[in-house]
């Protein structure tokens, strides 16, 4: 197994937004690989210069003087667990509008800009964002597909030499976040509070999200569960996908989906140790279908992405806004999927462009008129266009 895997299409958007803005933000859970990423651009015209702001002694030397040491920079200048200093931001403002200025920043943050207060006001028409998920089928190759399920997109755990070396990051991986991470973001907020709720929620994976019934099982308060949801969406450990809901003429389902974004995560949380365990629990098409709408949002993007259920059961997993049309996916764990009467209600009620059925195998067949069953491994490949039937 290779001891690397090669992100080419990330650094290409991060190299053109750097072209075109004076700072770009990469933005992903921990661990991730932004840090990696970002040391490949070291040799950027000009030089380079990096700040880990993880560490007390560089984020305190930036501190003393912050806006002398970024205005003098030249090439490039990352700096990295940006959220650890979320004052840089307004120090940044004005050398970004200095004609003088001879660097670009490469921001890197383990949280969204909704946990960094005013970063997107402050920085307003100077910044580009990129979203830097877990590793993509497409990047780790097909013959990958049941490894990167299994363990997930964070490198360090995809590329483990052993299930239980995978296991024994994941779990050292799950206690520092808990313990140190959490706490950082959001000081005061239980750490015992929040490892049961995000354990409780790896059980709810896919569910339809419902905060009453959540604080119920763990004794706790209906704010409590909200603001745990929302710490652990913006260091982008679930996913909270929201409904599309505005045909009126329909009764439909209004609160969201929770996913846990890393299938790997889930498993871990699950107390599952490898493919045999996951064959055999209960979760194990929940699983595929969560891993198979991640996978489909790191291709496609995660901006306007619904999912659609009526009261009486009809329902589509994923709809993408595109190019002013509607595109549907259904996520079906099978090796032979077809079509269902809810599909064919759903294309109508949606106006669907069209319907894709993405599965698990190896070829892509056509089901009905604007329905097509797709293998995952090939979901990279889709344009989004106006196609025929």
């Not at 490892?195 to 339809?208: E, K």
Request: with cysteine; glycine share 10%.
């Amino acid at each position: 197994m290779q001891q690397s895997i090669a992100r080419a299409g990330l650094l290409a958007a991060i190299t053109t937004r750097l072209a075109e803005a004076p700072v770009v933000a990469v933005l992903g859970a921990r661990q991730v690989g932004k840090t990696t990423l970002a040391r490949q651009l070291r040799s950027w015209p000009g030089g380079s210069l990096f700040f880990d702001l993880e560490v007390a002694t560089e984020r305190e030397a930036l501190a003393r003087t912050p806006g002398r040491v970024l205005r003098t920079g030249e090439g490039l200048v990352v700096l990295d667990e940006v959220q650890r200093m979320p004052e840089i931001f307004e120090v940044l403002r004005p050398i970004c509008d200095d004609p003088g200025r001879k660097a670009v920043f490469l921001l890197l943050g383990s949280a969204s800009i909704d946990l960094v207060c005013g970063v997107s006001e402050t920085l307003a028409g100077r910044i580009m964002f990129v979203e830097m998920g877990g590793l993509a089928l497409a990047e780790v190759g097909a013959a990958n597909h049941d490894r990167l399920w299994m363990r997930g997109g964070f490198p360090r755990a995809y590329l483990a030499e052993s299930a239980g070396a995978w296991s024994r990051w994941m779990e050292s991986f799950t206690r520092t976040f808990v313990e140190r991470d959490i706490p950082g973001l959001r000081p005061g907020v239980s750490s015992e509070g929040i490892g049961r709720f995000w354990r409780m929620l790896a059980h709810l994976h896919g569910q339809t999200w419902n905060a009453s019934e959540l604080a119920r099982s763990l004794d706790t308060r209906t704010k409590s569960v909200m603001r745990y949801r929302d710490l652990l969406e913006g260091a982008f450990m679930v996913r909270v996908l929201q409904p599309w809901f505005t045909n009126l003429g329909k009764r439909i389902v209004k609160s969201p989906r929770v996913y846990l974004r890393d299938s790997g995560m889930l498993h871990h949380l699950l107390g599952l140790e490898d493919m045999h365990d996951l064959l055999h629990h209960p979760r194990y098409g929940a699983s595929w279908e969560g891993f198979a709408l991640e996978q489909t949002l790191l291709v496609h993007g995660e901006r306007e992405a619904y999912f659609y259920r009526t009261q009486r059961g009809a329902e589509l997993d994923l709809l993408l806004l595109r190019r002013g049309r509607r595109w549907g996916f259904e996520f079906k764990c099978t090796e032979t999927p077809r079509t269902t009467k809810s599909m064919h209600i759903v294309k109508a009620d949606l106006e669907l462009e069209h319907l894709w059925v993405i599965y698990p195998g190896e070829l892509e067949y056509r089901l009905a008129h604007g329905v097509t069953a797709l293998p995952l491994s090939r979901v990279h490949e889709l344009a989004l266009r106006t196609q025929a039937g």
